[in-house]
């Protein structure tokens, strides 16, 4: 299984940002997937997940409102679309398949696979 997120860079507070992620190597569409984030000195926390039909969501708290996740099962692809950028929210994203297809409750041991990350910067 690969994962390969991209789209992170610099924006400024109140900007937007859209993260994708390619999977290959499974059969994307009987998973799950996830969304987290590990900021400078913090730990890993998780951001998002989306069931295997898009119609199961999960959001963490602090994202809720701001944050939408998608996904393109005829693509491959699970998107994160950013909008309303808190300095606060700067970190690595990375994207991680989940271990089935429901959404979960967002924990780490839940998924056994993960996209090396994309660098999302905002500035104040």
């Known amino acids: ?12 507070a109140g900007g937007s940002l859209r993260l994708s992620c390619v999977a290959s190597g499974l059969t994307f569409s009987s998973y799950a997937m996830g969304w987290f984030r590990q900021a400078p000195g913090k730990e890993r926390e998780f951001v998002a997940a989306i069931n295997w039909s898009g119609a199961g969501i999960l959001y963490a708290d602090s994202v809720k409102g701001r944050f939408t996740i998608s996904r393109d099962n005829a693509k491959n692809t ?6 309303s950028l808190k300095p606060d929210d700067t970190a690595v994203y990375y994207c991680a398949q989940r271990r089935g297809s429901t959404t979960g409750g ?3 041991g839940e998924y056994p696979y993960w996209g090396r990350g994309t660098l999302v910067t905002v500035s104040s």
């Open 1 to 12: 299984v690969q994962l390969q997120a991209s789209g992170g860079g610099l924006a400024q």
């Open 78 to 83: 699970v998107f994160l679309q950013m909008n």
């Open 106 to 108: 967002g924990t780490f």
